[in-house]
C-alpha cells in the first residue's frame, strides 16, 4: 500500500487508515454510537480501542491484498478524523462492489459523506475499472438514503433479505452508480 496515496476534493482528503488514526477514530467512533449502531453492526455499546487498532490492521491488509479498500475520511484542512468510506464486496467478474459509509456525529448534515462517496467512486470507475457501485442501506435508514439520492444514485428496489445486522436478514433500499451517472 503506497502511504502517500490518496483522494482530494480540497474540503475532504481519503486516505487508507494508519496506525497512527487509532485514538482519532475511535473517539469518532464512540461519539457517534447512538446514530450509527442501528445501522452499522460493529458500532455498539462497549465498542473498543483494540476493535479500532483490529480493524486498521485489517483495512491495511485489505489494500495489501487487493480485497477491499477502506478509506479514512478526514478533514483537508487540519486532518480531523471525519469518518469512513469503503468500497467492498467486489464482484470482479461483473466489475462491480458496494460503497458503505459513515460520518461521526458532530459533522453530519455537512456534505462530506456526499463528497467522500463521490471521490470513491471516481476512484472505483477511473482506477479499479468497476463499472457499477452500489448503496445498500436499510430503508428507514434517511441519511445514507440521502446520500445516495444526493450523489446521483438511482433508486432500483427494496431488495427482500438484503443486508444480515445483528444475526438478523433485512430489505435494503438498493441504489445504483454508475460512471454516467457522475457527469
Given at each position: 500500500?503506497?502511504?502517500?496515496?490518496?483522494?482530494?476534493?480540497?474540503?475532504?482528503?481519503?486516505?487508507?487508515?494508519?496506525?497512527?488514526?487509532?485514538?482519532?477514530m475511535?473517539?469518532?467512533?464512540?461519539?457517534?454510537?447512538?446514530?450509527?449502531?442501528?445501522?452499522?453492526?460493529?458500532?455498539?455499546?462497549?465498542?473498543?480501542?483494540?476493535?479500532?487498532?483490529?480493524?486498521?490492521?485489517?483495512?491495511?491488509?485489505?489494500?495489501?491484498?487487493?480485497?477491499?479498500?477502506p478509506?479514512?475520511?478526514?478533514?483537508?484542512?487540519?486532518?480531523?478524523?471525519?469518518?469512513?468510506i469503503?468500497?467492498?464486496?467486489?464482484?470482479?467478474?461483473?466489475?462491480?462492489?458496494?460503497?458503505?459509509?459513515?460520518?461521526?456525529?458532530?459533522r453530519?448534515?455537512?456534505?462530506?459523506?456526499?463528497?467522500?462517496?463521490?471521490?470513491?467512486?471516481?476512484?472505483?470507475?477511473?482506477?479499479?475499472?468497476?463499472?457499477?457501485?452500489?448503496?445498500?442501506?436499510?430503508?428507514?435508514?434517511?441519511?445514507?438514503?440521502?446520500?445516495?439520492?444526493?450523489?446521483?444514485?438511482?433508486?432500483?428496489?427494496?431488495?427482500?433479505?438484503?443486508?444480515?445486522?445483528?444475526?438478523?436478514?433485512?430489505?435494503?433500499?438498493?441504489?445504483?452508480?454508475?460512471?454516467?451517472?457522475?457527469?
Amino acid at each position: 500500500m503506497t502511504s502517500s496515496f490518496s483522494l482530494s476534493d480540497g474540503t475532504i482528503l481519503l486516505r487508507p487508515h494508519r496506525p497512527e488514526d487509532c485514538d482519532a477514530m475511535y473517539a469518532a467512533v464512540t461519539e457517534s454510537i447512538p446514530e450509527i449502531s442501528p445501522w452499522l453492526p460493529w458500532c455498539h455499546a462497549g465498542y473498543s480501542r483494540d476493535e479500532t487498532a483490529g480493524f486498521i490492521k485489517v483495512a491495511r491488509a485489505a489494500w495489501d491484498d487487493r480485497s477491499h479498500y477502506p478509506f479514512a475520511i478526514l478533514a483537508a484542512t487540519d486532518g480531523a478524523f471525519l469518518g469512513g468510506i469503503a468500497i467492498n464486496h467486489i464482484a470482479k467478474p461483473n466489475r462491480l462492489a458496494n460503497v458503505g459509509y459513515w460520518v461521526r456525529t458532530s459533522r453530519t448534515r455537512q456534505g462530506i459523506a456526499s463528497a467522500a462517496v463521490r471521490l470513491v467512486s471516481q476512484y472505483a470507475f477511473a482506477t479499479l475499472g468497476l463499472t457499477r457501485l452500489e448503496i445498500a442501506c436499510i430503508p428507514t435508514n434517511t441519511s445514507s438514503r440521502r446520500v445516495a439520492e444526493k450523489v446521483g444514485a438511482k433508486f432500483e428496489a427494496v431488495a427482500r433479505n438484503r443486508l444480515v445486522m445483528h444475526g438478523v436478514a433485512y430489505a435494503a433500499a438498493l441504489y445504483s452508480l454508475l460512471p454516467e451517472d457522475m457527469t
